[in-house]
């Protein structure tokens, strides 16, 4: 396949399956090339929920133009990861034209629109009766209680993986999330009342001071079901990021090292494409020391997974508690309060089985989800690395004077992170000039 040119060169595309598969052309090309061109430093970033390769590429070729003014004398070489992940075609992203994101005008009926409907097809090729009976539901709109568990047992079909498979192998960002039998509640809990708390969540966010393009308008039942049926699905990607990080992208880096041990690798991750690229580093092979930064954008995972103790239960830790020190640098997680996907959804999604804590009451009131729910459920991208010691806090002002050396650093980058409307609000708002100066100050590229 041809490499697309994205205005910024060498680039080089790495292409992976579900399970962290690579493709090996793909692969052998960048690791024959990247010495060739005389690259020092190779900047990877991985994308978070998109649908198309093209729209991959045209983030990576827009986040990465004021990259060559803002180094002229760096040797720079640029990676695109691309992994099989999705968005619904009604979440609007920030300065990007709708074609590139597969957007397509309301539905003219209840139930998913054509373009999210065919995004769930490509990325659970196998599940197509399953996705037709939740367009059925979600089109007929029942209130009944056998109409509400066949929806979740749908739901449940639509994210499964085969349990010996290497999706399933993929650890939780927390050992509490990776208890036996779990999964978030909207997989395993009370159906109905996943969807009204979305419902309400929905209803919160559209209300919301400053919110973009959208009008409030209540919302029902089926409403809430899909969002839940959304994030049941960026549950799924989620796992894949950490699968393809640690079987793909990984061991990649460590036969670059091998290959071009001179070269310096600095990782970038937009949401998933966060956890994609942390767990990457436990998917290097012993004694690699070539990953000289990592820069996560609004990262779609726990912000608890670097920690070696829980607040709340110091006998877990997180799932990449002991591979900071994999890192030759800091460890720069940049995070917006504008990010509602993160603020709101996430936890709510990502409650476990067995919760039963409802938001009934409070989520009408409250519109910080993580706060009702307490910190066990927040995200990178909404607070920052959590429980860590020595973890630095800057604004992103202070973040372009300079970054410490090493460490876990948190970025409040709401100044620049603030676009956006609903239900994602800024979480794909990060084609800023000013993160591309955090990337190279991360990784002390001059």
Not at 56 to 69: I, K, Q
Not at 381 to 398: K, M
Request: net charge negative; with cysteine; hydrophobic share 45%.
């Amino acid at each position: 396949m041809t490499v697309p040119a994205i205005g910024v060169d060498p680039y080089w595309e790495l292409t992976f399956d579900a399970d962290g598969d690579v493709d090996a052309a793909e692969r052998d090309r960048l690791l024959a090339e990247v010495s060739r061109h005389g690259v020092r430093d190779l900047l990877v970033f991985a994308h978070g929920w998109n649908n198309e390769r093209s729209g991959a590429t045209r983030l990576y070729g827009r986040f990465f133009a004021p990259v060559p003014s803002l180094a002229p004398r760096a040797r720079l070489g640029y990676a695109g990861v691309i992994w099989p992940s999705m968005m619904f075609a009604d979440e609007p992203v920030p300065d990007f034209p709708a074609s590139a994101v597969a957007a397509a005008p309301p539905a003219a009926r209840p139930g998913l629109d054509e373009s999210s409907r065919q995004a769930l097809l490509k990325v659970f090729p196998d599940r197509a009766p399953v996705v037709d009976g939740l367009d059925r539901l979600l089109e007929l709109r029942p209130d009944d209680d056998a109409s509400m568990a066949e929806f979740g047992r749908l739901l449940r079909l639509l994210v499964a993986v085969e349990p010996q498979g290497p999706q399933a192998a993929c650890p939780a960002d927390t050992a509490p999330e990776g208890a036996p039998g779990s999964g978030p509640e909207i997989l395993w809990g009370d159906v109905r009342q996943a969807c009204q708390d979305f419902a309400r969540a929905l209803e919160r966010v559209e209300a919301a001071p400053g919110t973009e393009a959208f009008s409030f308008t209540p919302k029902g039942l089926w409403d809430g079901a899909l969002e839940v049926l959304r994030q049941a699905t960026y549950y799924a990607m989620k796992r894949r990021a950490g699968t393809v990080g640690e079987r793909g992208l990984g061991p990649v880096i460590g036969r670059l090292a091998q290959s071009a041990p001179g070269v310096r690798v600095h990782l970038v991750g937009h949401s998933f494409g966060g956890r994609l690229v942390s767990f990457a580093l436990r998917g290097l092979p012993d004694g690699v020391r070539t990953v000289k930064s990592v820069t996560l954008l609004q990262g779609a995972f726990s912000h608890y997974a670097f920690a070696a103790r829980l607040p709340d239960d110091p006998a877990s830790g997180g799932a990449l508690h002991d591979c900071r020190a994999r890192v030759d640098g800091p460890l720069v997680c940049c995070w917006s309060t504008f990010d509602s996907a993160l603020g709101t959804f996430y936890p709510l999604a990502s409650r476990m089985a067995g919760e039963d804590r409802s938001l009934a009451g409070g989520i009408t009131a409250d519109l910080d989800i993580g706060r009702l729910l307490g910190p066990r459920w927040g995200a990178m991208g909404h607070d920052g690395v959590q429980a860590v010691d020595g973890t630095r806090a800057l604004t992103l002002a202070d973040a372009l004077r300079g970054l410490p050396a090493t460490g876990c650093v948190n970025v409040d980058a709401s100044a620049v992170v603030c676009h956006g409307g609903p239900p994602s609000g800024a979480h794909s708002d990060i084609v800023h000039r000013e993160l591309a100066q955090v990337v190279l100050a991360a990784g002390r590229v001059v």
